[in-house]
């Protein structure tokens, strides 16, 4: 199946490696990301949090996406 990076991680987070081999689609698919939030209300902060631990994890895979595609080989 053809997944997104995000899922690729989540799974990679708590499944046993080997079962899954993950390899690079190509040309490469946009990917928008997006969190909505009430415009009448404030922000609550463990949203800001959600948000920025998103955003972090999401630059970590734009800045090294192989690691996820050597998840589950054998080496």
């Known amino acids: 199946c053809i997944m997104d990076p995000i899922s690729v991680a989540s799974y990679c987070s708590y499944a046993q490696p080997g079962k899954v081999l993950f390899r690079r689609f190509e040309?490469?698919?946009p990917l928008k990301v997006g969190i909505l939030h009430p415009a009448e209300s404030p922000k609550?902060?463990?949203?800001?949090?959600?948000?920025d631990?998103?955003?972090?994890r999401i630059e970590a895979l734009e800045k090294e996406p192989e690691k996820l595609l050597a998840w589950g080989e054998e080496r």
Do not use: G, N, T, W
């Open 44 to 51: 609550s902060l463990i949203a800001i949090k959600f948000a």
């Open 27 to 29: 040309p490469d698919i």
């Open 53 to 56: 631990q998103l955003r972090a």
